[in-house]
């Protein structure tokens, strides 16, 4: 989205100048007034040294400011008013300019005015800008945002999908072959290759869950994890797992998914380098999280700040998708996946909230 960055500055561009603009059609327009109030002050001069009677003279005036657009008012030299235009005569007093009518060094009246009443509105005009441009380009930032998650969750759901329709021709081929030779194998293998099949079976129907519509319903939380973890001891046997969650606790969910994240939770554990790893429930009014605690190498900064984002990783090999995982597996739920506390090889959990039943 490249265009993104020079959209935005033309935005700003455009903003600045009409911002610049108003500025100085204002400072023209009381500039104007000015020039205005002194052609006044002149003319009134003229007029009242001239022959012409009192009320000559004023009705001229008034003739002379009827298109005049900003505020005015003339008083005579006892301090009566004359002429006003613009301004309703008990407010003459807050015209904030004074121009006094001189003939030959004496004053012989005063003009009063204002700018036009307009050009406060015209000053807002730059503010106006401001506040539109920074409201347009939160939303710009705002939907980019949520496209681009749309982006990176349709791609999850194409891949998924796709892995799932791959896997499951092979892994179908499998188990036919392993009817034809299971009678000819020895107990434990003949178990072992059941069980990894199983799991295979289990990986592509995780795969297949990810890519559409998952159907939650209520499980139990313990025998899940426990599951998980039997598996995980086979697989990591100097990795010291404790489990402690209560029994009975039940919550809205997929199985295969929630023991996938619990999974997830472990593995970026030991990867981490992790030789305790502590798998606790805490049961709310409406919720239960699952933390994972470790005492691994933990999260710097920068991965608190990118842990759930795509491709994150701290291995130079891997496509660092585990916790990525855990989030989508968490928004298909919606639950909730975060990062509780890190303080390198001494505790680290993680924390995965779900719907409690």
């Known amino acids: 989205m490249r265009w993104r960055p020079l959209f935005l500055i033309l935005l700003w561009i455009l903003t600045l100048s ?3 603009s108003s500025f100085w059609v204002v400072n023209k327009l009381e500039e104007n007034a000015k020039k205005s109030s002194r052609a006044l002050s002149i003319l009134v001069s003229t007029l009242l040294i001239s022959s012409l009677s009192d009320e000559e003279i004023y009705q001229n005036l008034k003739k002379v400011t009827v298109d005049i657009d900003f505020p005015v008012a003339i008083l005579d030299n006892r301090g009566k008013i004359r002429v006003v235009k613009n301004v309703a005569e008990g407010n003459v007093n807050v015209l904030r300019f ?12 005063e003009l009063r005015y204002d700018y036009p009443a307009y050009t406060k509105w015209l000053r807002l005009v730059g503010v106006a800008l401001f506040l539109s441009l920074l409201f347009l380009s939160l939303v710009f930032f705002y939907a980019a945002y949520f496209y681009r998650r749309y982006e990176y969750s349709e791609f999850w759901a194409g891949f ?17 072959w392993y009817e034809y030779v299971k009678e000819k194998l020895p107990p434990e293998v003949r178990e072992g290759i059941r069980r990894d099949l199983d799991r295979l079976s289990s990986i592509l129907r995780r795969f297949s869950k990810l890519g559409g519509d998952v159907e939650l319903k209520e499980i139990r939380l313990r025998p899940i994890v426990l599951d998980v973890v039997s598996y995980l001891r086979r697989r990591f046997k100097n990795v010291e797992i404790d489990v402690d969650i209560p029994e009975g606790v039940k919550i ?23 030789t305790k790893i502590r798998i606790t429930a805490e049961v709310g009014e ?6 994972t605690t470790d005492n691994g190498k933990g999260f710097t900064k920068e991965g608190l700040r990118k842990a759930f984002k795509e491709s994150f990783s701290t291995k130079q090999r891997g496509w660092g998708v585990g916790l990525t995982l855990v989030k989508k597996i968490a928004d ?17 959990t993680v924390v995965l909230c779900l719907k409690r039943l």
């Open 18 to 20: 009409g911002i610049l």
């Open 98 to 109: 004074k121009e006094d009518i001189t003939f030959h060094g004496m004053k012989i009246g």
């Open 160 to 176: 998924a999908k796709g892995l799932a329709h791959q896997l499951a021709t092979p892994i179908s081929s499998l188990y036919g």
């Open 252 to 274: 809205l969910g997929d199985a295969e998914l929630v023991g996938w994240a619990v999974e997830n939770f472990v593995k970026n554990s030991v990867e981490a380098g992790a």
């Open 286 to 291: 409406k919720e239960v999280c699952v933390s």
């Open 332 to 348: 298909l739920h919606g639950g909730r996946v975060f990062i509780r506390e890190s303080e390198p090889y001494y505790r680290t």
